[in-house]
């Protein structure tokens, strides 16, 4: 590393990206602070950021706080700092998640935020002030394999971030750094407590930073309310067991809140926005021994047909799988053991030990 060398730093005014930005000035770095504005505007619990993290405890996130923080940060360090308005950017972001609940499917937005938004937006600042590196707090690794850069799991398997990354341009990672990817949390939270940092004790942030509260259904209704037709509920076998509220409701391996009163255990197994249609089943039913995934991306090379592990959402544990191309963006994913609520819409990521091979966007899952 060049003393002095420019790395523009995406900064939340959580922990994460503080003690990275922390880290790389320690080392010796010119770093840039980035703050994206979403232009949401969410309500923001109160927190005593001098004391622990409540456990569990979530936060939203990209609020007028978390710039202030941010702001603070690097006034600490003393570095520049910058606010970037990414409403419209981030607001594409919201309609497609609106729109994939409507189609049936349960969609995962931060992998698109970071692969259309996050990186991209910050890629661009760094060609504008002459920065070749970008960071983020994210728990991921860059490391270098056989003479090129691959995305590898994080340090701490508990917080690793690789699987929300699989979107990146593989070109990406030769400038992209991950300061904390080698950390765990407890680390983590111990440098910014070193740093003096006023967010060492901030809480994390919300798994989906637009909806705090976990109400997905509030953010679809307020962009697609024809989304909300009533629709029958079916088992297996088209029976009518009941009425759905509303599509957006539901997700694939759901229990509570289908408001069935089936004498057992049942989840919902299936969606299906054409008929507007949710099918129930009990667990057995939810099996799946092979998924089809388009839309794919892969950061290495790979053969038509592989083995590799295969992550079907954030907090699977992947499992040992067969990789079968089927056209250019194609795949077709064969499970040695099925694998439970394989979910329309969700990530498919494949994993050959640390290393992230690729993955795509799960169109369907079936039992053979």
């Given amino acids: 590393m060049a003393v002095g060398e420019k790395v523009v730093i995406a900064m939340s005014g959580g922990v994460d990206s503080s003690v990275s930005a922390c880290l790389l000035h320690e080392q010796g770095y010119e770093v840039v602070g980035l ?6 505007q969410m309500p923001e619990p109160a927190c005593n950021t001098d004391a622990g993290t409540p456990p569990g405890a979530r936060r939203p996130c990209c609020g007028a706080s978390d710039a202030a923080d941010a702001r ?10 910058y606010a970037l308005n990414c409403q419209e950017s981030f607001d594409e972001i919201i309609n497609y998640f609106a729109d994939e ?11 698109i935020c970071n ?3 996050k990186f991209g937006t910050l890629l661009d600042y760094a060609d504008a002030v002459g920065a070749r590196s970008v960071a983020t707090g994210h728990y ?16 701490d398997r508990s ?3 690789s699987y929300a990354l699989f979107g990146l341009e593989p070109e990406m990672l030769e400038r992209v750094m991950f300061p904390v990817g080698g950390l765990s949390k407890p680390e983590v939270r111990a440098a910014a407590a070193r740093f003096n940092l006023p967010v060492a004790g901030k809480p994390d942030s919300a798994e989906i930073c637009f909806a705090p509260d976990r109400d997905y259904a509030q953010v679809v209704r307020q962009r697609r309310p024809d989304a909300f037709a009533a629709g029958r509920v079916v088992d297996g076998s088209g029976n009518v067991m009941g009425q759905h509220r509303g599509l957006p409701h539901y997700t694939i ?7 069935i009163a089936a004498g057992r255990p049942i989840y919902v197994t299936g969606i299906d926005a054409e008929s507007n249609t949710v099918t129930v089943g009990d667990a057995d039913a939810l099996l799946c021994a092979v998924l089809e995934a388009d839309r794919t991306r892969f950061l290495v090379d790979t053969p038509e047909t592989f083995r590799a592990n295969a992550k079907i959402r954030y907090l699977h544990r992947d499992a040992p799988a067969t990789i079968e191309r089927t056209s250019a963006c194609t795949v077709r994913v064969t499970f040695d053991q099925p694998q439970r609520a394989v979910t329309p819409g969700q990530a498919v990521v494949f994993y050959d030990r640390d290393v992230v091979l690729g993955g795509g966007w799960i169109v369907r899952g079936c039992k053979a």
């Fill in 35 to 40: 703050f994206m504005r979403s232009g949401t």
């Fill in 72 to 81: 603070s940060v690097a006034g600490m360090l003393g570095i520049s700092f």
């Fill in 101 to 111: 609940y409507a189609r049936g499917r349960t969609p995962n937005p931060c992998i």
């Fill in 115 to 117: 692969a259309k938004l």
């Fill in 140 to 155: 991921a690794r860059v490391e270098t394999r056989e003479g090129r850069k691959v995305l590898c799991r994080s340090a």
């Fill in 159 to 161: 917080k690793d971030q």
């Fill in 253 to 259: 391996g759901q229990r509570r809140g289908l408001g």
